[in-house]
Every structure is written in C-alpha cells, then in structure tokens.
C-alpha cells in the first residue's frame, strides 16, 4: 500500500490517484452480478444439506431454511470481503477492491455492515443507491459515504 503519513493521520496515496477510479461503477454492478451467482450456488449446495439434515433431526433442521440464503450471503461477505483481499470473488474478477479512507483494512464485520446498509438502501431508496455516484467523489455509493469506504482499481 502506497501510504504517506500526514499529521498523524495515514493518508493511502493509491486512491488519491484518479485513475484507480476508472470503470468502477460498471465494475461493481458486474461483480455484484458475479457475487450473487455465486451465493446462489452456495445456497443450493446449502439447501441440500440442510435438506438431509431435517431428516437427521426429525423436520427440526429445515427450519434453517428461512434463513439460509440471508445466513450464506453473510458468511460468503465476512470471508471474502473481510479478508486481505477486501474483495469479494466478483470483485477480485473485475479487478476492484473495497478501502477504507483511513488506511485500516478491512475487517468482517464492516464488510457485513457494509453489504447490509447497501441492502437497506435499495429497500428503502432504490434508485439513489447507484446516482450518488454520479454526484459523489470518487464514484462512491450512499453506503460508502456513511461507512467511510471507497471501491477502486486494484490495478492502478
């Protein structure tokens, strides 16, 4: 990491680089795509398991059910997302990666609060979600302003 101290405060030199935002808003829509591809799969693979196990516990494992896809997607973030990558495998394959402004990596937890404020705001305001970044530094999304996070290039 490219990083310069400036007043005791870690300052990531990479994305201050205009550059490292090129493309990222399409991106990330891709990678989004790719992501819950990928939770799909996961949750079929789930799915079966859990079917097996209602049977192992008398119908008590399949009340796992209602909250398998939430409970896959969560686990999929938290190891991929809040990994030293701080990419998700979508993210990884369109070459971008989530930062936080301050320097700090990224840990699991900020990685799930990210994905569930991202979440909330398309529930509650859908299309405001993707045109804040037409408007917003960087090409950052209402959940990254709040979190203090930015998506970038991992190549630039």
Do not use: C
């Amino acid at each position: 990491m490219n990083a310069r101290v400036l007043d005791g405060e870690i300052i990531n030199t990479r994305l201050d680089d205009v550059r490292a935002y090129e493309g990222v808003r399409t991106r990330r829509i891709l990678a989004f795509v790719l992501d819950y591809i990928i939770v799909g799969l996961l949750s079929v693979v789930f799915a079966i398991l859990v079917f097996f196990l209602g049977f192992l516990t008398l119908g008590l494992g399949w009340m796992l059910s209602g909250i398998l896809v939430p409970a896959v997607a969560i686990l999929y973030i938290w190891n991929t997302l809040g990994s030293a990558d701080q990419a998700t495998t979508g993210m990884k394959m369109m070459g971008i990666r989530l930062d936080r402004l301050d320097g700090r990596p990224i840990d699991g937890l900020t990685a799930v609060v990210h994905s569930v404020l991202f979440w909330a705001g398309n529930v509650i305001l859908s299309p405001l979600v993707l045109l804040v970044t037409l408007f917003s530094d960087r090409k950052r999304t209402l959940h990254d302003l709040l979190l203090g996070t930015v998506v970038s290039r991992t190549g630039r």
